[in-house]
């Protein structure tokens, strides 16, 4: 089998590791799991580390559990927060759940294969267990010396801005780690993965599986992905960067990796694509040689936007990209989605118009003089007359009239002066 933390040793994704764990991994096909928090019912970026992770795990030929946590959901992980989120209830749990699980579907291999992964939700054992069986039957194996030592809790305990921490956020470990005791117990589980940030909940579980079980598990963080800037990883001016496609368009998605510095580029081309070492390395040399390229850049937005959306997303993606920065028609303006033009166009100004002056035939000159995109109707002239006048990406002379046939999305026109200058009407 492929070494899996020599895998992550390579690609930059080793954190912390229990002794024995890469013992364990070599000697035999191992059951590990990583924990999807349901906080909504899409994914984002931050969460395809964990994701990878599981598919590395895969490809190395071990088995992973995908673990969403229906059940921890209802409580709040205070690791890494200041603050105590909010609680969820079970009907948006279970809209949020069906969402994460169909998007985990996209990059593990759920087959009935010996190395098949698996999909769990932890509220489907804890609905069972009542207060005073889980405070006789976990709560007694941990002191809370012991809880109290957690960074995470520390952190909380101790910050200036908080005001401290709820018992239902100081739980939250024993129930993560009653999640690990029970996958040991039920299906083999020995391994459990997370992000840096979980280091203390994981080995809250392996504490609790030495003193119930007197078993031996294991323990793997991975760093926490950040930026070269000091800005957070996955967040745009506009939010998070999510995995659903009615959240964030493969546009937008694609863009954001696009946009990414030389310095992150190099980082990220390891931890969010599948290609090997070798082919890393050589494309790595090749955008040092010409960084104006974006090669990099380029490369992971395509792995990754396959990956995360398809094929035909991600060519949309880059049509999309074309109709700013390359030449484009009016039929691939029109080709697009309207949540993918008005992506694209982004931030352009508008004017609104009605139906009837489409219906009756919208001349040019009004058209840019009266919603304001040009001065006046001598400027518009000037411009027909210097050629730099177009429609839906068309020139177009001082004769052309704009009908409903110009339509993109039923609603949109663009107009534009120049290479740069672009407005659009929106009909109402």
């Known amino acids: 089998m492929k070494n899996f933390v020599e895998e992550l040793r390579w690609r930059g994704l080793l954190h912390d590791i229990m002794p024995g764990t890469e013992e364990q991994l070599a000697k035999e096909k ?26 590395h795990f895969q490809l190395c ?150 003193r119930k079980l007197q078993g031996k598990a294991y323990a793997i963080t991975v760093p926490l992905v950040t930026k070269a800037d000091g800005t957070k990883f996955g967040k745009t001016e506009g939010g998070n960067v999510w995995l659903d496609a009615k959240r964030t368009s493969p546009y937008k998605f694609y863009q954001y990796w696009l946009n990414s510095s030389d ?22 040399a090749e955008h040092k040689e010409a960084p104006h390229l974006r090669i990099l850049q380029k490369k992971i937005g395509e792995e990754v936007t396959i990956l995360t959306h398809g094929k035909d997303a991600y060519e949309n993606a880059i049509k999309a990209s074309n109709i700013l920065f390359g030449k484009s028609t009016s039929d691939d303006l029109k080709s697009l989605d309207e949540q993918t033009f008005l992506d694209v166009f982004d931030g352009v100004p508008q004017a609104e118009i009605s139906h009837e002056q489409i219906e009756n035939g919208l001349e040019i000159v009004p058209a840019f003089a009266d919603t304001s995109f040009l001065k006046s109707n001598g400027e518009v002239r000037r411009a027909l007359k210097e050629n730099s006048i177009s429609v839906n990406k068309n020139k177009v002379k001082e004769n052309f009239i704009i009908t409903s046939d110009d339509l993109i999305a039923e609603k949109y026109v663009l107009l534009q002066r120049g290479k740069k200058s672009y407005f659009l009407l929106k009909i109402v």
Not at 37 to 53: E, N
Not at 127 to 135: A, G, N, P, Q, Y
Not at 263 to 284: C, G, P, Q, V, W
């Open 30 to 55: 191992t059951t590990a799991y990583i924990g999807f928090d349901p906080t909504a019912d899409s994914l984002h970026i931050g969460s395809l580390v964990q994701i990878f992770i599981l598919k």
């Open 61 to 210: 030929g071990h088995k992973p559990i995908a673990l969403v946590g229906g059940a921890t959901g209802m409580v709040g992980d205070p690791s890494g927060k200041s603050a105590e989120r909010n609680l969820l209830d079970e009907e948006t749990l279970s809209k949020n759940i069906k969402g994460v699980k169909s998007q985990l579907e996209r990059f593990l291999d759920f087959s009935d294969s010996e190395n098949g992964a698996e999909l769990v939700n932890n509220y489907d054992w804890m609905k069972e267990i009542s207060l005073i069986d889980f405070v006789r039957e976990t709560g007694k194996h941990l002191t809370v010396n012991y809880m109290m030592a957690k960074d995470s809790v520390k952190k909380r305990i101790s910050g200036e801005n908080t005001d401290g921490m709820s018992f239902t956020e100081f739980t939250y470990q024993l129930f993560q780690g009653y999640d690990f005791y029970h996958l040991y117990k039920e299906k083999n589980c020995l391994l459990q993965m997370g992000g840096s940030d979980q280091w203390g909940n994981i080995t809250t579980g392996t504490e609790l599986i030495r």
């Open 263 to 284: 310095e992150d580029a190099e980082k990220y081309i390891k931890i969010f694509t599948f290609l090997d070492k070798e082919t890393i390395e050589k494309l790595i």
